[in-house]
């Protein structure tokens, strides 16, 4: 069963339904205890994110998040110290421009930015 099913069988019977006749489900339905309902909800939001964090991880490079190999730095030192533009190195590293720098700067070869996540600077 893929997510996407599961996901709309708990939200069916969430909401009081059976999700294979389509009938209300009665009161004394132990799908319809306070404590089920809830844990119904949790998990149902717990899908959700999971979804969301898988589709988020599938849209970046294939090496966010992996540990750098000696021979990586070698090759990012080499390329930055050619004149190399961040985001050209961050393809070829298949890592973010903001990995690329995180690592640059881990290397000492920039200074940290300062920058928070929205690109304001810390004062």
Same mark, same amino acid.
């Given at each position: 069963?893929?997510?996407?099913? @599961?996901?709309? =069988?708990?939200?069916? =019977?969430?909401?009081?339904?059976?999700?294979?006749?389509?009938?209300?489900?009665? @009161?004394?339905? *132990?799908? !319809? &205890? *306070?404590?089920?309902? #809830?844990?119904?909800?949790?998990?149902?939001? @717990?899908? $959700?994110? $999971?979804?969301? #964090? %898988?589709? #988020? &991880? +599938?849209?970046?490079?294939?090496? /966010?998040?992996? *540990?750098?190999?000696?021979?990586? %730095?070698?090759?990012?030192?080499?390329?930055?110290?050619?004149?190399?533009? =961040?985001?050209?190195?961050? +393809?070829?590293? !298949? #890592?973010?421009?903001?990995?690329? $720098?995180?690592?640059?700067?881990?290397?000492?070869? =920039? !200074? *940290?930015?300062?920058? /928070?996540?929205?690109?304001?600077?810390?004062?």
């Amino acid at each position: 069963m893929d997510e996407v099913t @599961a996901l709309r =069988l708990i939200d069916t =019977l969430a909401n009081g339904v059976n999700p294979t006749s389509g009938e209300v489900l009665a @009161a004394d339905n *132990p799908c !319809q &205890q *306070p404590e089920v309902l #809830r844990a119904l909800w949790l998990a149902s939001r @717990a899908l $959700q994110e $999971q979804r969301l #964090r %898988n589709l #988020r &991880q +599938s849209s970046m490079p294939a090496n /966010v998040g992996k *540990p750098w190999s000696e021979d990586e %730095n070698n090759a990012l030192i080499t390329e930055f110290h050619s004149g190399r533009a =961040l985001t050209d190195i961050a +393809s070829l590293h !298949q #890592r973010t421009q903001a990995g690329i $720098q995180a690592r640059l700067e881990k290397l000492g070869l =920039l !200074q *940290p930015s300062g920058l /928070v996540g929205n690109g304001s600077s810390v004062r």
